[in-house]
């Protein structure tokens, strides 16, 4: 587990990047679209094991707001209303340094469930 700090929490300006930099010189650009399909959330994680949900069509999806969440997490409101989720230091580390293979990971799940980044259904 990394004991890092952030130093720099940026939303780009077209919203769909969230920039994040670490004490020890880490820094991550992570897409709105892999912090929304991977959010922490109940909605998206589940409330137990075998519970978590593919969610597609949210290619262009944008980051409405980051609010801090005590001192250890933010919560991030994207423009399709999900502002559920807790986005801890450690798990926004986690997507930076794991993300190319979780987004990958992702796409293959929606693959094997016929939906598509670009449309819009039900999370199944």
Known sequence: MST???????????????IVAFDDG???DLSAELLRV??????VQGHGPGQKVTVPGKRNVAILSVAPTGNYAVRIGFDDMHDTGIFTWTYL?????????????????LADKGMTRDRTEKPR
């Not at 991977?38 to 909605?43: C, G, M, Q």
């Open 93 to 109: 580390r986690e997507l930076g340094e794991k993300g190319e293979a979780l987004f990958a990971a992702y796409e293959q799940e």
């Open 38 to 43: 991977l959010s922490p959330s109940a909605e």
């Open 26 to 28: 880490a820094r991550f």
């Open 4 to 18: 890092s700090w952030p130093t720099e929490l940026r939303v780009s300006k077209d919203r769909h990047r969230l």
